[in-house]
């Protein structure tokens, strides 16, 4: 099966949680969007009125007759047949809690920059995102920090599940947009610092980050870099 | 099977979602934490280390020797369950993307009163909550109701899921939260207004609605009603 990938072409955004877990695999798939035609194939899909599924918005995954939305039920599809998933009900259940409390940590880093509106500019809400960022810095990052470490602790294993990348994605993230704040916290959840080396280590997905595949963090995606949201320079 | 709900006491909340689902079907279910003891053990699951499997907030769900946690998760597992989620993958899929559009859905409704921080009072973030109801009103609003709109429109089937429960409850919340808009806005979007009624007169689930097992909305839960929030009261 070749997987059809349709994502935003210039950011890591959603779709890098759906490409880790094919990079992981090592599963044969096209980044549709990031093709010549293919940024008009997404269009069409979002704004024709051909399918009978519709997705809200990107991501969205094209497997054989099926197309699926929303990041964490593609990974629910995908995560058994890259065996990134455990075999049975319970644990299948147990990675897509994770994944869907990472979708809510999500919303919260992107809310860090668009406090007030997902249609207007940074510029425009400013002082917002400084209050945000400052409760996102003291209260939520330490509270999400802390249940995947206590989580980790809970259910040590050695298998790696998809839900494993999108943390390793999560701190990645953090890193790149936090750098004061996460300097400050990392050495609290040794158990989330281990698992994102131990994911950044494997090799199909260490060949994936150093290729050109990977698209740099950028201002345009989730996690950005605002000094002035970052540690130390907040209210 | 007798499964066991645990959710904040007071609000309608996440937990409802859950809730219709449960009264819908005529399953049998405790709503744990509004017995006398039951807040206490919702928190020994919360601030306790027995589980391996913890959840990062309510509502969970206890079914035998699972505990499940995320709304989505839940309504995930109790769908097959319950008869209220197709048999083949690809519909369960399809509701369950649905069901993921809701929750950011419902993100976005509870961060018109909250745009700064959920931990502080509305009180504490009036001005920004006015900036994001406006945005809320006029962009995000129309969107999510046009987009499930457009999927009644396209698969028009007679079959009830969980996903057609949650969309009734959102309705009902938009109408406590933000009566002015709803009035000036509904007649766009038939589809979701006639989906609403079908839903609101199924027999259990109008029983259930005028039972006191119905928690009224409030000013603690996901929808509340601030007039200057509503339409015409917005910046």
Do not use: C
């Not at 209260?139 to 995947?148: D, H, S, T």
């Not at 390793?168 to 080396?197: D, S």
């Amino acid at each position: 099966m070749r997987y059809e990938l349709y994502y935003w072409p210039s950011i890591q955004g959603r779709g890098e949680f759906v490409r880790l877990a094919l990079e992981d695999a090592g599963a044969p798939y096209v980044d549709v969007a990031r093709r010549p035609p293919g940024m008009k194939a997404m269009l069409r899909f979002l704004e024709g009125d051909a399918l009978k599924t519709p997705p809200f918005a990107p991501p969205f995954l094209r497997a054989g007759g099926l197309l699926i939305a929303q990041t964490a039920n593609i990974l629910l599809y995908l995560g058994p047949r890259l065996r990134l998933a455990p075999k049975s009900e319970a644990g299948r259940l147990w990675v897509h809690q994770l994944q869907l409390t990472i979708a809510d940590w999500l919303v919260e880093v992107h809310d860090v920059h668009h406090p007030i509106g997902s249609g207007l500019y940074y510029e425009d809400q400013k002082p917002e995102s400084r209050r945000r960022a400052a409760d996102f810095r003291k209260n939520r990052l330490p509270k999400f920090l802390g249940y995947f470490e206590e989580a980790l602790k809970r259910k040590a294993s050695g298998k790696i599940t998809y839900a494993h990348l999108s943390l390793f994605q999560v701190v990645e993230g953090l890193r790149y947009a936090f750098p004061g704040t996460m300097r400050k916290l990392e050495r609290r959840y040794p158990r989330v610092i281990e698992l994102h080396e131990r994911v950044a280590s494997r090799p199909r997905l260490a060949a994936y980050l150093a290729s050109k595949r990977r698209i740099p963090f950028n201002r345009q995606g989730i996690f950005r870099h605002y000094p002035e949201l970052d540690a130390g320079n907040g209210p």
